[in-house]
């Protein structure tokens, strides 16, 4: 059998160490989620309060004004 470049050898000794880098609780992505648990929620969370709050106070800017020219 002849052995190509291009591909692993049959049995690689040194893949039983290297697999810790390729294990997926270990990737970029999966650290900065563990860092921050509730982030991503909190800031979903605070977009809806912000956007709640900006309809509630329009609404009751319109009733003021409403409200207001009605009796002048």
Partial sequence: RVFQPSKMPPHD?????DAWRKDPRL????NIKRMFP??????????????????VERA???AKAKSGSAHH
């Fill in 13 to 17: 000794p040194w893949a039983r160490l």
């Fill in 60 to 62: 009751e800017q319109n």
């Fill in 27 to 30: 990737s970029r992505s999966a």
């Fill in 38 to 55: 509730g982030f991503f929620l909190g800031v979903g969370l605070f977009g809806v309060a912000c956007y709640v709050e900006s309809f």
